[in-house]
């Protein structure tokens, strides 16, 4: 079992619709959580940091629910820019970073 | 400012052959990385450095090698080659304390025959 899944989609979602990943680990003692956004073929970038009490930064919303080991991000008003693979991280106690496979997300005009 | 930059971004081997990937960032990060990516798999961790002359194992190191000679630089090699190490080649570093916020470079895709 991978210690960080997704569901790897695609997405197909019309520019301003509302769209929700979520992502499970399986390592309890993982003590931060990620995610970053990957543009087909090229570099991952940070996209944004994952609390317990919620995260939100423009149309972003990051969650994590501990209890039930997953993590959400939800985006608003979609944009044609936001297309992209979006990869759902965990650091545990080593301090490595452990990626999930990514989530695609196509927005449609 | 180039941040993390890679040579080459393109390679071609055949079963067998040798190669080094170069990393260089002009950030003054301590902490360098070596990730595979493959389809389904996610990015895999294969060596790490957490300083210049100081290197550890990832989660998938065998069949590599690497060299962190200087701070800014951190190599990779590929000893004998063979079709497994077919991915998508990506370095990155991060200042130690902010370790979660990793510098990806543009990546090498190397296929091996």
């Known amino acids: 079992r991978k210690e960080v899944e997704q569901d790897p989609g695609p997405f197909n979602v019309p520019e301003g619709a509302t769209v929700a990943f979520n992502c499970t680990y399986s390592?309890?003692?993982?003590?931060?959580f990620f995610w970053y956004r990957q543009d087909c073929r090229k570099e991952p970038k940070l996209l944004m940091s994952?609390?317990?009490s919620g995260n939100e930064d423009g149309r972003f919303t990051a969650q994590l629910n501990r209890a039930s080991q997953y993590i959400s991000l939800l985006i608003r008003d979609s944009k044609l820019s936001d297309s992209a693979t979006y990869l759902c991280?965990?650091?545990?106690?080593?301090?490595?970073?452990?990626f999930g496979q990514g989530t695609t997300l196509q927005v449609k005009p | 400012n180039a941040g993390v930059t890679q040579t080459p971004k393109f390679r071609v081997l055949k079963t067998g052959q040798s190669m080094t990937l170069l990393c260089a960032q002009d950030?003054?990060?301590?902490?360098m990385y070596w990730y595979r990516q493959d389809p389904g798999m996610g990015l895999r961790l294969i060596h790490y450095?957490?300083?210049?002359?100081?290197?550890a194992k990832g989660e998938v190191p065998d069949g590599y090698n690497v060299s962190r000679l200087k701070k800014q630089n951190f190599l990779l090699g590929l000893e004998s080659a063979a079709p497994s190490q077919t991915s998508v080649y990506f370095c990155?570093?991060?200042?130690?304390?902010?370790?979660?916020?990793?510098?990806f470079g543009p990546g090498t895709r190397l296929t091996v025959t």
């Open positions: 990155a570093s991060s200042y130690r304390d902010r370790a979660y916020e990793q510098y």
């Open positions: 390592n309890s003692a993982s003590q931060s």
């Open positions: 994952v609390y317990s």
């Open positions: 991280v965990s650091r545990g106690n080593t301090g490595k970073l452990i």
């Open positions: 950030m003054n990060h301590e902490y």
């Open positions: 450095s957490v300083g210049e002359g100081t290197t």
